[in-house]
């Protein structure tokens, strides 16, 4: 994104109706990925806290556009110092439909606003299950003030320190990726495991949503990837071939490592070596061949697979695998895309291209990242923690979060189900219904 951010930033050019109509779409694409991550979170958890896992995505749509509109652009895109943007967009002054680049202003910051939106639901997955609602949304909006918008000037402001340096990241591995994978690692470590983690399975209760998410995401992707090209162009055409080809690679892979641990490929497996394979090629897709896309698939996936199968044997509930899916993986990638990097594709020489600096580059990059990261993200957990408390008790994460953070649920039975007229009975307190605790198919859950 550095270059045609800084001509946009410099407010040179003059609208083309294929640009805007391209963005346009791909605007669109962008904004359908966050609840296509409702519904690929959303089936990995039990019944009981389906609607509540789902609604932190969605909730993200509301609060994070609000907060990147009034504020959140301004600090990462409005020229400033190389650290931070200034005050110049607060609340959409001076962002109108005057052409910047080839497409108006606007829209750019509406096409900006669906990646912030994205990677701040992207942190839920970590907390899932117990974390308290509005706590969640007190953070996120922070976070994506205080963490997103720096980092994105960094990395793809016209006179962020990053892109001066030379950092190559076409549509977030650093800024999106690696930086919701630190704070979700932040967010699990401080909200602690969930109180029946490590006592019983915790297995995804509807896979076909897992699947329906994950094809949802992929399709998205393309708009996330080629629209960060941000025209209709030749590099939006090989960030879109690319955004095809790496998933395929990671999906062929994770089947192929399922097969040879245990003989029998998974269908959660196969959507999170898609989502894996997506995540690895995002800071690649416009400055790599497409050869170089099938070897950042097939490479990247590897470590997020045995990650995911250690951290299941540790204290780290990372309820739904942020960490190694997107931290890991947007780690993996950026590294990679500093060896498989070409100019003749758009990008600068990498490794294999005789540009071994671009490899250390890259690797800055996402040190400083994971530093800034993690700090802020710790930070503004213990605040928020200290003025309210972060999670639910024991009792009310046992009934499920469906019942107790929305007074709704996912299914009329099954896991956490409880009818309508014994609503009354719930007792907030202890977080039980009379009557129906002991019931196999009652607030307890199945375990009971």
């Not at 509005?134 to 892109?163: E, K, N, S």
């Not at 090629?281 to 416009?286: L, Y």
């Not at 890991?328 to 758009?346: H, I, Q, S």
């Not at 200290?386 to 107790?404: H, I, N, Q, Y």
Request: with cysteine; net charge neutral; hydrophobic share 55%.
């Amino acid at each position: 994104m550095n270059d045609p951010v800084t001509a946009i930033q410099a407010g040179a050019g003059v609208l083309n109706p294929a640009d805007i109509a391209w963005m346009l779409v791909a605007c669109a694409m962008v904004l359908l990925m966050t609840p296509a991550l409702a519904f690929f979170y959303g089936g990995l958890v039990r019944s009981k806290n389906t609607l509540n896992t789902m609604m932190m995505s969605f909730a993200s749509l509301g609060v994070v556009g609000i907060v990147w509109a009034l504020a959140g652009y301004s600090l990462a895109f409005s020229p400033g110092s190389s650290w931070l943007g200034g005050s110049g967009y607060l609340l959409l002054r001076g962002v109108g439909i005057e052409p910047n680049g080839t497409i108006p202003h606007v829209l750019y910051m509406a096409y900006q606003g669906t990646f912030a939106i994205i990677t701040a639901a992207l942190i839920s997955g970590a907390v899932v299950e117990r974390i308290k609602f509005g706590p969640y949304l007190a953070f996120i909006c922070l976070w994506t003030l205080l963490v997103y918008a720096p980092v994105a000037h960094w990395v793809w402001g016209a006179d962020g320190w990053l892109a001066g340096l030379g950092a190559l990241d076409f549509a977030g591995g650093t800024v999106v990726h690696i930086n919701a994978g630190m704070a979700a690692l932040v967010a699990a470590l401080v909200v602690r495991p969930r109180h029946d983690y490590g006592r019983q399975a915790l297995v995804p209760h509807n896979v076909p949503f897992v699947l329906l998410g994950a094809g949802l995401l992929w399709f998205g992707w393309f708009g996330f990837n080629a629209g960060s090209a941000l025209g209709a162009n030749g590099k939006a055409a090989i960030a879109f071939v690319n955004t095809m080809l790496a998933p395929s690679a990671a999906l062929t892979v994770w089947m192929l490592l399922d097969f040879v641990r245990s003989g029998r490929p998974t269908a959660v497996g196969a959507a999170t070596g898609i989502v894996v394979g997506l995540v690895a090629v995002t800071p690649a897709a416009g400055y790599v061949s497409p050869l170089g896309a099938l070897a950042i698939g097939a490479l990247g996936v590897v470590p997020s697979y045995f990650a995911i199968r250690w951290r299941s044997r540790t204290r780290l509930d990372d309820s739904l695998d942020v960490v190694a899916a997107h931290g890991l993986g947007g780690l993996t990638g950026a590294l990679l895309t500093g060896v498989f990097a070409e100019k003749a594709w758009g990008g600068t020489d990498g490794l294999l291209a005789g540009n071994p600096r671009q490899v250390v580059i890259q690797l800055v990059a996402c040190l400083v990242t994971l530093a800034y990261s993690g700090v802020a993200s710790f930070a503004l957990l213990k605040v928020i923690g200290f003025l309210v408390p972060l999670r639910s008790r024991e009792g009310l994460e046992a009934t499920g979060m469906d019942l107790t953070m929305h007074e709704e649920e996912a299914y009329a039975s099954g896991e956490g189900a409880i009818l309508i007229d014994e609503m009354s009975m719930f007792d907030p307190a202890v977080g039980l219904v009379s009557g129906i605790a002991a019931s196999p198919s009652g607030a307890t859950g199945g375990a009971a």
